[in-house]
Structure formats: C-alpha cells, structure tokens
C-alpha cells in the first residue's frame, strides 16, 4: 500500500473543503466587522462589544487565510472514492453531550465557568485527549478567564452560579 501523504505523515484536508471553508471564514469575517462598525464605543478606556467583535473577526479572517495555506499546500490529484474516513460516531457523541450537559448545567443555574469547563474538558475527550484532572482544570481556567473579561471588561453579563458569586 502507498501512503496518501508521503513518508508517514498524515493526510490533510480535502483543498476544495479546505478553501471552502477558507473563504467562507474570510465571509464571516467581513460580516462581523461591518456589524461591529454599528456597535457604540465602549464609555470606559474606550473597550466596549465593538472591539470585541473586531478582535472576533481579526481572528476569524487568520483563521481563514490558514485554511487557504492549507488548500494550497495540499493540492494533489483526488483520492480514490474509497478511500474515504468513516465518521467518527464517539467523537461525535462526547462533543454532543458536552453541549446538552452545558445547556442543562446552565439551566440548572450551575454558572458559566462549571459549564464552560464541562464543555471544553468533554470536547476535549471526543478528540482524544483523556478526561482527567488536567483538561478539567484547564477548561475551568479558561472559562474564568472568558467570564472575567465578558463581565469586567466588556460589563456584559454572563449566567453566574455560585462560583461565579462567590469570586465576584
């Protein structure tokens, strides 16, 4: 058998899926900054949800013009219709439970960061990493650190529990 990508590397995306996605990030990217251009500035230091969003959208058009990279270092002549990768159900299965356990911790008041760090720790799960102490803590920093800035910064509010009230 012949490995698709060269010696022992691993196959890229698809370049027609890869600049697709390219250029619909570079879209989306437009769109947030034309609508953050609506916002109002921020009263306070001038940072308010319109430098949020162009940051949003900043991030959005790298993340596009990666993509385009990865079309371009990719192009190779089209696999064999066969040689398709089935979809990975329990992946799948981890991140949606991790979002229906964020919906339902957020409903049942349990807070932003416990349902941030919830998500990102079972998302982490479904792309391999082991649910363990280590994603747990580093999804519940990542969180606080989100939630600080949404609430202090940016004055927006965000679901607080009892985490949330007790460090405020």
């Known amino acids: 058998m012949t490995d698709p990508a060269g010696a022992g590397g691993t196959a890229g995306p698809r370049p027609a899926v890869a600049a697709g996605i390219g ?13 953050a251009l609506d916002l109002p500035p921020g009263s306070v230091r001038g940072v308010g949800p ?9 991030l959005l058009a790298l993340l596009g ?4 990279v990865t079309a371009l270092r990719n192009r190779r002549p089209p696999a064999a219709a066969s040689g398709a990768e089935p ?18 911790i957020l409903q049942a008041g349990g807070g ?5 760090a919830w998500l990102f720790a079972l998302t982490a799960r479904g792309f391999g990493e082991p649910l363990g102490v280590r994603s747990i803590g580093l999804g519940a920093t990542l969180s606080a650190v989100v939630y600080f800035f949404f609430t202090k ?4 509010g965000l ?10």
């Open 23 to 35: 250029i619909a990030l570079l879209a989306l990217a437009a769109l947030v900054f034309f609508d």
């Open 50 to 58: 319109a430098a949020a969003m162009r940051l949003v959208a900043a």
């Open 65 to 68: 013009v990666a993509h385009l």
């Open 87 to 104: 979809p990975n159900r329990q992946a799948l299965a981890w991140v949606l439970g991790a979002l229906a356990g964020l919906m339902l």
């Open 112 to 116: 932003f960061i416990v349902a941030a």
């Open 153 to 156: 910064v940016l004055s927006l």
């Open 159 to 168: 679901p607080a529990g009892p985490l949330e009230r007790l460090v405020s």
